[in-house]
Every structure is written in C-alpha cells, then in structure tokens.
C-alpha cells in the first residue's frame, strides 16, 4: 500500500467501527475522533525518525489488516499454559481483541475490586471512565498510541478502590488467533488503583497458529498516593506476529510500581513503557528481558519522567538475541527541574549469541535538577570467558557450560518475578529454551 | 598422582614458568609460597587447564596420565578441582543449580547415576556444614553479593562436593579475615584424606599455621627455588622472600 492508501485504510477501518458503536458514550466517540485526527497527521513513524531509529514499520503498515469477525474457532484451555496463566487466579479473556466471557472468571474478586471489560464498562457508563481514558496515553503524539485510541473498542477495565490489598494476581489475557485475512486488534486497557491499595496485573499476550496478525496494545494506569503495584507484561506472540505495546503510568505520592516487561515472541516487536513519577517519594522499578531468535526485531522504549522530588527508579533491562535478530534498547530519563534528590539508576545488558545478532543500545538522560543521582550502563557482548571457564573447571561440557550461563543470563530478570507461580512457568519456559533441564528450587 | 617435569609456560611473549618440577603423591598436602607475580596462579590455571597459556616444555603427568592433552572439564571430572582466587559471580542461577549441574557431570562420567533434587539437597546441607556456611546463601545467586570470605567458602563446598584427588587452592586466604580464615582452613583440614593430595597457593605464611602441609616450595621468577618441611614457612616469615631472590639461593 501506498502512504495514502495506507491512511485511508485505517480511517476506513475507523468509519466502520465507529458507525457499529452507538451504545457508546458520546465523550467516547470524542476521544476516538481527536484521535484518528492525530493519526491522520502524524502518520506511521517515517523511517528514520528519531524515536523509531533501529526499527522500520514498514512490514506493519503495508499490510491492510481487518478488525476479526467474532472468536473464529474455539480457544481451549491450553492457551492458558501458553500465556502463563495460573488458572486459580481471576482472569479477563480477550480473543482477537474482543471480551471472552466463556474464558474469563471473575470468581476471586475481593469485594469492591471492578474488573471488566471495556465495551461492558462503557456501556454502563462508569463515571472513572470519562475522568481517566486517554489522560495518561499521548495520543497526540504517539503514532501507535493514536491509531489504538482511534480503534479501541474492548479490552480490561480493572478498578481497585482505596486501602484493598489484593493477594492474588489478576491476570488479563489477549490471544491471538490467525484466521484467512491478517488481523488486527487495538486492546485498550485502564489500571486505576485507589490510595493505599496493592495490586498485581499480570497482561499476557499470546499467538496461535503461524499466520500474520498486528496487535497494538496500549495500557493506562494510575495509581493514587502510597498504592504498590505490581505490573507484567509477558508477550508470547506467534512467529508472524507484529506487536506494539504501550504502557503508560502515572504515579502519585509514595506509589511504587515494579513493572516487568518481558518479550518472548512476535516477529517485530515495539514496546513502549513510560511512567512519569508524578508525586513526591513515588518510585518504580522496571525489570525487562527479551529473547530474539531468526530474524526477529524487538524494540524496547522505556521513559522514566522524575517530575517531583525524591522519585527513585531502577531500570535493569536484558536482552539474548541469537540468529540474525536484532534487540534495540532506548531507555529514556527525565529529571525535572523540581525533582530535587532524584535517584535513577538504568542498566542494559545485551548477549548476542550469534555473529549476525545485532543490539543496539542507547541511554538518553535528560536532567534539569541539579541535586540527582544518575547513573547508566550498557554492555554488548559474548559470554563470559571467564565464566565459562569456571564452569568447565567442575566438570561442565563447553555447550552446556554456555547455555547455563545464558539460561543464567535470562533468569537473573525471571528472578525478580514476584507471583510464585507465574515464575516458575517462566522458569520452565526459559529452561526450555535454552536447553537446560527443569529443576525445582533454583 | 601428580608429577611435574620441567614445566615452561608463557603468556604472550612472556615466560612466566620457567622449568617447575614437582613431585605430589597421594594424601600429600605441599604449599607453593611466593612473592606476587612469581608464577604461583600461573601454575595453577595451568593445571586447571585455562586457555591463554602456552606451554613451551615440560610435561604433567596426573595419576600416569598426560594431564596437559585433557580439557579443563575432563580435568575436573578426573578429579582436579580449583579453589578461585577470585571466583565468578553468576547473576540468574544458584549455587545449589550449578553445582548440582557440576555433580551431576562428574558422576556421569565416573559411570555413577546422576542425582535428584531431594539426594543432591540432602549431601548440600551435610556439606555445608563443613564451611559452616549458612543455607541462605547456597540459594541465592551464585557469588552475586557474597562477601569475600563468602565466596571462598563457597569454593571449599563445591570441592566437599566434587570430592576430587587433586585440590589445587589458589590463594584461598586472600581476602580473608581471621574468622573466615579459621572456617576455611578447617573446611580444608577436614577434606584431608590418604587418597587426595592438595596444592595450597599462598603469598602469606599465616594461612599454613591452620592447613599445616607436609611440603614447602618457594616460587621465585618461574622457578621453585627452594623446597622443605614446614619449618620452610617461618623462615620465610621471619626472613621475607628477599634471600631467596640471588641466584644462588636456589641451588642450596
């Protein structure tokens, strides 16, 4: 397709959804309408631009993607061993980017915690809705953020009220079916977490079958003073997959978010995370990992925004990238003027296990405050020689001496998992993939 | 079980082991004392089998076998454990994982069945006894955090745990306070055994007044320039390394 003709396919798709969606509110249709204006006129990221150096949208844009036409065949419950999913646990079910209330289960829920989706809580027309969708998200100024904004229609709605400390994880699940026509879908989800309360989200992202799909996923969460939480992103696409993903926090005094991104599949890849620490002592912590295998290209943005004093933050991101993949690595920190006694610390650790993989890393720090502690680091490089040879001396073979130190290399993210039972499915994952065998209390 | 014969190695252009000979026979503990840069961890990483060394002459013989045409993990799993200076940390995997990993390599190829989780956990927790090491640690990431003395602990439980016939301790006192220092020693002390010989590495004499060996050899310039009983340690300590530096010292 053409620029234009690329355009004008998502306006299309635009019209189309928006003439099917009159039992939404009309601020709704407001927002959705600024947004596609947005669109229209920042277009897909030219190539080359500043923020989309390493990563061509090319492949996403020239294909004229449909919104799906229901479920298509049946999801069993398999999916949720793909998607790491502990099935004790509450969960919302997407496929195809529309609510699944057959595969949902909303039994766990403590009273007063909202969770649902987005069309069903747009329907009723829950006030927060209004107050908060497209707060945190720049539509205006994010290509991807806009065309979501532009095209959303379902995804998780979760509200937990003030002072509720949640002890289990909720976990909200986007799959991705491949049916005759490449597919789109634009899951839109809202976090809101009252004063005081603690809550874990675990969004899994996971592809079936091996056909070509592009799901643009954008979260917004707000947490209010003194809240903690616990955030995953865990995105298991299918080979052909095409994902971006955007999170996009914002915390209040004292908060603390703890954010794990980790990349699994998909064959191109973008994922921003942004949190803007919008209140005094608020702190996050974001742990990313992310394995590339073929010619697979995953592009990692992260933005840090200290916006008041004594924010803290603490970024370690990992990447294992083998065959002729590509990892790219952009971890962005602004300190503001005000933001006195910041402390950010951002590391970024890349293993290229090929002579073909590519890493491309880039730490942007941009201070305005003059009392801070900043620091970054950034490697690229083989394995250890050191390592390997300490290993090899009690008795380890050369192979299997190297894929326990990048098994090793992995799980040091994986580690930080703080839902039991989501690490060790990631363990067991990780295990697999580099060829080691599955042992219980490591 | 091992002989040393006319030993030359150079790192780059440079010789750093210039003609070792050295004998060690089973249940024999000999100390390698010696200034910095004189050769010591040389020796040692070549018995290991690092990389990066180049050997110019001489031969080792391990148990009648040609130890220099063996891989470091063959080494290892013959029996030839070294205790690192300075020990690798390994982020993502713990102690308990990698050795296990390690045990597990070994008895493979000794022809012994490979250990599960629950035999493996009950030797660790005997083992770690030994080292007076607390069980914490064994499940944290390898090394990442460990204090020095830590670390060296860790190193005398994996040797408990490979249970090897040649222990080579590469300057397992460095770093160490008295405390530790006493720990170790009496880790070592304990792994002691008619069938399995030890070359202790050490710059100071105060790590022999705990592992007590039946040999001493002085290290100077790539060569060993003079061998005793123990009584060798105290000279040294009272005399420094200086007298041993004019040539004709080593032929006394």
Redesign the interface.
Same mark, same amino acid.
């Given at each position: 397709m053409e620029a234009l003709e690329r355009m004008e396919h998502y306006r299309s798709l635009f019209r189309q959804s928006y003439d099917d969606a009159g039992a939404f509110p009309s601020w709704f249709g407001r927002l959705r309408e600024s947004a596609i204006e947005s669109f229209t006129r920042l277009g897909f990221p030219a190539p080359g631009s500043e923020e989309w150096k390493y990563t061509s949208v090319d492949p996403i844009a020239s294909v004229p993607f449909v919104h799906a036409n229901g479920e298509g065949k049946a999801v069993t419950g398999d999916i949720f061993a793909a998607a790491f999913v502990d099935e004790a646990c509450a969960r919302l079910v997407f496929v195809n980017g529309a609510y699944s209330a057959r595969l949902s289960s909303l039994s766990e829920l403590p009273a007063g915690v909202r969770v649902a989706g987005l069309r069903a809580a747009l329907a009723a027309n829950d006030p927060v809705l209004e107050m908060r969708l497209g707060r945190a998200a720049r539509f205006r100024e994010q290509p991807f953020v806009a065309l979501n904004t532009a095209l959303m229609e379902d995804g998780a709605v979760v509200l937990v009220p003030e002072g509720c400390r949640m002890a289990a994880p909720i976990y909200l699940v986007f799959v991705s079916l491949a049916q005759e026509q490449p597919l789109q879908s634009q899951p839109r989800n809202l976090v809101v977490l009252g004063a005081g309360s603690e809550a874990a989200i675990v969004e899994c992202y996971v592809g079936i079958e091996a056909g070509n799909y592009f799901t643009n996923a954008v979260t917004e969460l707000f947490a209010a003073e003194d809240a903690v939480v616990d955030y995953y992103r865990i995105q298991r696409e299918a080979a052909r997959g095409f994902h971006v993903g955007a999170l996009e926090a914002r915390l209040s005094d004292r908060c603390s978010l703890t954010a794990h991104a980790i990349t699994l599949g998909g064959s191109l890849v973008r994922n921003d995370l942004r949190v803007v620490l919008d209140g005094e002592g608020a702190e996050c912590v974001l742990n990313g990992l992310y394995l590339a295998d073929g010619d697979r290209h995953v592009d990692n943005h992260t933005e840090i925004e200290h916006a008041k004093p004594r924010t803290r933050s603490l970024e370690l991101y990992k990447g294992v990238l083998s065959g002729s993949a590509r990892g790219v690595f952009n971890g962005k920190i602004i300190v503001h003027k005000d933001a006195q006694k910041t402390d950010a610390r951002q590391t970024n650790k890349n293993l290229l296990l090929s002579d073909r993989a590519v890493a491309n890393s880039k730490p942007q720090l941009e201070i305005y405050a003059d009392d801070v502690k900043c620091s970054h680091g950034s490697t690229i490089g083989q394995l250890?020689? %050191?390592?390997l $040879? #300490? @290993?090899?001396?009690? +008795? &380890? =073979? !050369?192979d %299997?001496a190297r894929s &326990? @130190?990048s #098994? =090793? $290399? =992995?799980? %040091?993210v994986v +580690?930080r998992v703080k839902i039991p039972a989501l690490k060790e499915r990631l363990d067991d994952y990780l295990a697999i993939c580099f060829d080691r065998k599955r042992? !219980? +209390?490591? | 079980m091992l002989e040393i014969k006319n030993l030359r190695v150079k790192v780059g252009e440079k010789e750093i082991l210039r003609g070792i000979n050295l004998t060690v026979a089973a249940g024999e503990v000999h100390a390698i004392m010696g200034p910095n840069g004189s050769g010591k961890s040389t020796l040692a990483h070549v018995l290991a089998g690092r990389e990066n060394y180049q050997v110019t002459a001489g031969e080792v013989r391990y148990n009648g076998k040609d130890l220099l045409a063996m891989s470091p993990e063959q080494r290892a799993r013959d029996g030839v454990f070294l205790a690192f200076q300075y020990p690798v940390e390994i982020p993502g995997v713990s102690t308990t994982y990698f050795l296990k990993a390690a045990l597990n390599a070994v008895r493979k190829h000794r022809g012994q069945e490979e250990l599960d989780a629950m035999d493996f956990l009950t030797l660790i927790k005997e083992k770690i006894n030994l080292v007076e090491m607390d069980q914490v640690l064994i499940n944290r990431p390898l090394n990442e955090g460990f204090s020095g003395g830590e670390k060296k602990r860790n190193e005398i439980l994996q040797m408990a745990v490979l249970d090897p016939r040649l222990a080579i301790l590469d300057e397992t006192d460095s770093g160490l306070d008295i405390d530790a220092l006493r720990i170790v020693a009496g880790g070592v002390n304990a792994l002691r055994r008619p069938d399995r010989s030890m070359l202790v590495i050490t710059h100071y004499q105060r790590l022999l007044n705990y592992i007590v060996p039946d040999f001493i050899h002085v290290l100077f310039d790539g060569r060993i320039v003079k061998s005793g009983a123990k009584e060798l340690a105290l000279e040294l300590e009272s005399k420094g390394y200086d007298w041993l530096k004019s040539p004709a010292a080593g032929l006394s």
């Open positions: 250890d020689r %050191d390592a $040879f #300490y @290993l090899r001396s009690r +008795g &380890l =073979a !050369p %299997d &326990l @130190l #098994y =090793a $290399f =992995a799980r %040091d +580690g042992e !219980p +209390g490591r | -």
